[in-house]
């Protein structure tokens, strides 16, 4: 886990704590600090989504370790206990299916969806082969680019943001493994931007409200 955040938290108690998918730490990190906004990030391993059980712990734990604090979450809908997590820590998250629609917009990432694309992040990338590995079970390539292929995806969709470095070997390597082409888009940060000022705007409102009411 990536923190800039004292455990005991002391003078901080006005800004939220954001506890977010570390797909998108740099790109966070940046509108955090573009919009001035009061938060303060904590970012989980990315490669928990290959482990359903180590994401649900992961997540229970960092949002029972700052009683204190007002929380918010970016993640999608990648636990299916997600919604009821957060409701018990009194958190609220970003809409969005998951990181690639928040990132690219629920009209984009549909269309592309529709095309039959598997979206591909930076961090993804770049350990790629451990997480599809992982997630599916078997190191056999017939079998995975056979999966790959009856899930219905046809193209591996490289994502690439003003924060990414350059990975169009790591990405290539990936489209190899899972036997798909390898197509490019590049995508700005307004959506997901968009998606995070929601969700801190919406929770300083309520504290706001609660803070009024008390």
Same mark, same amino acid.
Request: charged share 25%; aromatic share 6%; net charge negative.
């Given at each position: 886990m990536?923190?800039?955040?004292? #455990? +005991?938290?002391? =003078? ?9 998918? =570390?797909? $998108? ?9 573009? +919009? ?7 970012f989980?391993?990315a ?21 204190? @604090?007002?929380?918010?979450v970016?993640?999608?809908?990648c ?6 997590m957060l409701?018990?820590? *009194? ?6 299916? +998951? ?5 690219l917009?629920?009209?984009?990432? #549909? ?14 990338? @770049? ?9 599916? *079970? ?18 591996? $969709? ?37 998606a ?5 705007e ?6 706001t409200?609660?803070?009024r009411?008390?």
């Open positions: 990536t923190s800039p955040v004292d #455990q +005991n938290g002391s =003078g901080k108690g006005s800004r939220l704590i954001l506890v977010a998918c =570390g797909i $998108l730490q740099r790109e966070i990190t940046v509108l955090i600090e573009q +919009n001035r906004w009061p938060v303060d990030p904590l989980l391993d490669e928990l989504h290959s482990d359903l059980p180590k994401l649900g712990a992961s997540l229970q734990a960092i949002l029972k370790a700052y009683p204190d @604090r007002e929380k918010i970016f993640y999608g809908a636990h299916p206990r997600m919604d009821l409701a018990e820590a *009194g958190a609220l998250r970003t809409a969005g299916q +998951n990181c690639a629609a928040i990132l917009g629920k009209e984009r990432f #549909q269309q592309e969806l529709a095309e039959g694309a598997c979206f591909l992040l930076e961090e993804w990338a @770049r350990r790629w082969e451990p997480i599809v590995f992982a997630t599916l *079970g078997t190191t056999k390539l017939p079998v995975i680019r056979q999966v790959f292929r009856e899930s219905g995806r046809h193209y591996l $969709l490289a994502l690439s943001t003003p924060c990414s470095g350059d990975y169009h070997h790591d990405a290539a390597e990936a489209a190899l493994l899972v036997g798909l082409p390898l197509r490019w888009l590049d995508v700005g940060l307004e959506h997901l931007e968009a995070l000022a929601e969700v801190v919406s929770k300083l409102a309520r504290v409200e609660t803070a009411r008390s």
